[in-house]
């Protein structure tokens, strides 16, 4: 009989030993260096390497991947579709929806870039009036005072918007827009592939603005507030944060 309840018992703990992995629905928008898309709609980047590692170094939850247009995240999360989302921040655009917030993991900062001439300077950055601006549709820039209306930044700002940084400078390299917009973390991963580009920009010393980047999480879900900041500091303790910001040659701070 002992031997019986023995082998009974055995079983029903390689059963729960056994139990799948609770899977967890990572909301992630195009957002260079975070999240990248190629010609064939493969994405990459720092989202995805580290979702990849949270997925490595536990086993209780596996994050999958959605991705969404910029400009749609909100109704997509009031759809349920997804219920976190990685390197956002509170103030674009989150105020009014119920989230949890992670602690900070990773601060940036959006930097204005023009093309050197001579004479210009910093004060180049001090007024837009009269500029061609450049930027990503859907996001929220500090000199339109966070307002993402496509229209209103076309009409207050003649701002044109895309959906890639690249092609922003690119654009810019040619003399087809005056200033682009862009977060720190991709002008320096893109002068480390782009060295030489860097003697023809002149990047501002002010910011657009600085954030936090946090995970936003949905309230009530499987998984906890607590339990996504443990695993970023595992992950910030383990050196393995600091092999993904190398790995893009970008600052965490």
């Known amino acids: 009989m002992k031997f019986l309840i023995a082998i009974i018992g055995l079983i029903f703990s390689s059963t729960a030993f056994s139990q799948p992995p609770i899977k967890v629905t990572v909301g992630m928008y195009p957002f260079a260096p975070f999240v990248e898309q190629d010609d064939f709609n493969g994405t990459s980047g720092m989202t995805i390497d580290l979702i990849a590692a949270l997925n490595r170094n536990q086993k209780k939850y596996h994050f999958e991947t959605i991705l969404i247009p910029p400009k749609r995240r909100y109704q997509s999360y009031k759809r349920g579709d997804y219920d976190v989302i990685f390197y956002e921040n509170l103030a674009w655009g989150w105020q009014d929806y119920p989230v949890d917030i992670s602690n900070i993991y990773q601060k940036g900062g959006e930097v204005y870039v023009a093309l050197k001439q001579s004479g210009r300077g910093q004060e180049y950055f001090d007024s837009f009036d009269n500029k061609r601006m450049m930027g990503i549709l859907g996001f929220h820039y500090g000199f339109a005072n966070f307002n993402a209306d496509e229209k209103f930044l076309h009409n207050k700002f003649n701002m044109t918007l895309s959906h890639d940084n690249d092609k922003n ?6 003399q087809r827009g005056d200033v682009v ?17 860097k003697e023809s920009l002149l990047i501002s010393e002010k910011l657009d603005q600085e954030y936090n980047h946090t995970v936003l999480l949905r309230p009530n879900s499987e998984i906890s507030i607590k339990e996504i900041n443990e695993m970023l500091d595992d992950l910030t303790s383990s050196g393995e944060m600091t092999r993904l910001f190398d790995k893009y040659g970008i600052s965490q701070h």
């Open 169 to 174: 400078l690119t654009k810019l390299l040619k």
């Open 181 to 197: 917009v862009v977060t720190k973390a991709y002008l320096q991963r893109y002068l480390k592939y782009y060295p030489g580009v």
